[in-house]
Structure formats: structure tokens, C-alpha cells
């Protein structure tokens, strides 16, 4: 149980052009759903916080209207990076929070998503 | 601000045993987890720690002491498959769960 998947797995586009990553819990149902970003050897950097049916909240000094954020239902979460530039290439990471907890309330990862923008 | 440390590479034997030391400051604690991830893939669970004391997970352990904001994750039996890196990420006190990670621990495994 508590499966998360992200698709694409990878992606490959052209500096200018916007990505969507979608970020679903498989056989849970998640309230809260989290995005990171993380470049070679670093750590997991947190994005933003989606809640279903809500804003997302953004990190501090990451563009809200940059990386669009949509979470339109209990499974499903989406991560749009607009007008992408190589600097933006990174794997993106998704994580749910179940809404009815979970042995420690933990976040459950997706495998990510490599973004490669030339 | 919030600052959790962590080194940045270990690197041990197969067979032998590896302790991962963190210590954090955080603004709130909401218990601390360890996530190990191989390279281009996701993190993965390992344990969890709110309250004092060692946790025990088959040749995994952690442990913690809130006063002093500090844990470890102690590898016993190393085999090959454990390099990667190891996580510490300590979940604050907002209404989220959000996690702060650590830079992780690159653990190199050899023969």
C-alpha cells in the first residue's frame, strides 16, 4: 500500500516551452501532497505545499507563477513549470501525505521526475 | 532558522557497522525520520523517532534525544546495497507535516 507515482518520469524540452508533471496517490487518498526539487549531490529542497481544493503555499524564493501548482482532487496533485530555462532542469520529487494518517503520518515519495530543459 | 547537519560522506566495509550522526535546530519538533535514497531515485522509508530512545528495525536502528536535537541511524551487517545516501529529515510543527531534510550522507560500501 501507499503507493505514489509521478508521470513523466522523464522529460526532455526546449528552453521557452512549459512541463506538467503529474504527481498521484495510487490507493490512498492524500489531503496534502508536497514538491521538492533536488540537483545533483544536494538534498531535498521543498517547494510548495498543495492541499486539495486549495492554494498551494509556496517556499520562500520559489516563483509561484513560475511553478504552477493544482491539486484537483484527493489523488491527484500537478506540477506545471512554465516557460522552463536550463537552469530549471532538476528532479522533481512529489510526496503524499495520507488523509487518514498512516502508521507515522509519514509522506510517501513518488520515484520523481528528471526534467532536462536544453 | 532551521539547520539540520549531517556528514557529508561515510564510506565502511561490507559486514561492518556504520552510525550516521544528525543534529538539528529546528523552530518546532514533530518527530524525526531517516529516508535512505539511491542515486536518481526516490527516498524510502526507514524509521521514525518522536520520543527518547533507540528504535530498532532488523539490522537498521535510530535513535534520539531531544534535548540534545540530535540522532543517529546505526547500519549493522553492511551489505553492497546499502550505499546510498541516508536522509535526516525532522518534520516541524505546522499544520502540514511538512519535513526538513538534512543534506544527506553519502554511505560508499566496499568489498
Known amino acids: 500500500g501507499a503507493v505514489v507515482s509521478q508521470h513523466p518520469s522523464w522529460v526532455i524540452c526546449k528552453s521557452g516551452t512549459s512541463v506538467k508533471i503529474e504527481c498521484r496517490s495510487l490507493?490512498?487518498?492524500?489531503?496534502?501532497m508536497f514538491w521538492y526539487r533536488q540537483f545533483p549531490k544536494q538534498s531535498l529542497m521543498l517547494m510548495a505545499t498543495?492541499?486539495?481544493?486549495?492554494?498551494?503555499?509556496?517556499e520562500q524564493g520559489v516563483e509561484k507563477d513560475k511553478f504552477l501548482i493544482n491539486h484537483a482532487s484527493l489523488t491527484l496533485s500537478t506540477l506545471t513549470v512554465t516557460s522552463a530555462h536550463p537552469e530549471d532542469s532538476s528532479f522533481y520529487i512529489c510526496?503524499?501525505?495520507?488523509?487518514?494518517?498512516?502508521?507515522?503520518?509519514?509522506?510517501?515519495f513518488g520515484p520523481g521526475t528528471r526534467l532536462t530543459v536544453l | 532558522g532551521q539547520n539540520i547537519d549531517q556528514p557529508t560522506e561515510m564510506t565502511a566495509t561490507e559486514g561492518a557497522i556504520v552510525q550516521i550522526n544528525c543534529t538539528y535546530q529546528?523552530?518546532?519538533?514533530?518527530?524525526l525520520f531517516w529516508y535512505q535514497q539511491h542515486a536518481g531515485e526516490a527516498p524510502t522509508f526507514l524509521s521514525y523517532?518522536?520520543?527518547?530512545g533507540l528504535e530498532e528495525k532488523g539490522r537498521f536502528s535510530s535513535f534520539l534525544s531531544r534535548s540534545k536535537g540530535y540522532s543517529y541511524l546505526l547500519l549493522k551487517e553492511l551489505q553492497m546495497k546499502d550505499s546510498a545516501s541516508y536522509l535526516c529529515?525532522?518534520?516541524?510543527?505546522?499544520?502540514?507535516?511538512?519535513?526538513?531534510f538534512g543534506a544527506g550522507t553519502q554511505v560508499v560500501v566496499t568489498p
Open positions: 510526496s503524499a501525505r495520507a488523509s487518514t494518517g498512516g502508521l507515522y503520518n509519514e509522506q510517501f
Open positions: 490507493d490512498f487518498q492524500a489531503t496534502t
Open positions: 498543495s492541499n486539495e481544493g486549495s492554494k498551494a503555499t509556496y
Open positions: 529546528t523552530s518546532g519538533f514533530n518527530g
Open positions: 523517532n518522536v520520543l527518547d
Open positions: 529529515a525532522v518534520r516541524v510543527t505546522d499544520s502540514w507535516g511538512k519535513l526538513q
